[in-house]
């Protein structure tokens, strides 16, 4: 069996009159994220590890934001076409392990139903898929309430 990890990162920043997408879901806030997508930094950090894990790049290669097809894509259609790209080589996800850092919103009661979603997106099991969240402490971007980050470990596997 071959193992691979990949690591990924994605930052937006934030603004009112904005969705906020996470995990796949729509979470409720004052704030949105500002993208070309959907901005989903967890998603888009999932799928960089992935592809990352696997060579491919990364997701501005594959989805890039200069494409009008991408334009207010729904990320999880991001994850699922990476999902297949890596499957084209012949690799499948084992298990993800993702931190989402913002001050606000409280994420705590979001984090089951983003690793619910994130694990039917991706045919695995929910128990393979790990989201924290963290406040920065009011440091930083995220602690002033300008953006959020999210990165991602993410183990894939091969027979």
């Given amino acids: 069996m071959i193992i691979r990890v990949g690591m990924g990162y994605d930052v937006h920043s934030l603004a009112e009159g904005e969705s906020l997408w996470l995990g796949g879901i729509e979470v409720p806030h004052s704030k949105g994220t500002v993208a070309h997508s959907d901005g989903d930094v967890l998603l888009h950090a999932i799928c960089d590890a992935m592809l990352g894990a696997a060579k491919l790049r ?66 695995i099991d929910p128990d393979a898929v790990s989201v924290k969240a963290t406040t920065t402490e009011k440091l930083g971007f995220e602690g002033r309430e300008e953006g959020m980050s999210a990165y991602a470990v993410v183990l894939i596997q091969k027979q």
Avoid: W
């Fill in 58 to 123: 990364d997701i501005g290669f594959h989805f890039p934001d200069t494409s009008s097809d991408f334009k207010n894509v729904d990320s999880k259609i991001l994850l699922r076409k990476c999902l297949d790209l890596i499957g084209e080589k012949g690799y499948f996800v084992g298990n993800i392990d993702a931190t989402i850092a913002a001050q606000r919103p409280k994420l705590k009661d979001y984090i089951p139903l983003m690793e619910d979603k994130i694990a039917e997106v991706l045919q």
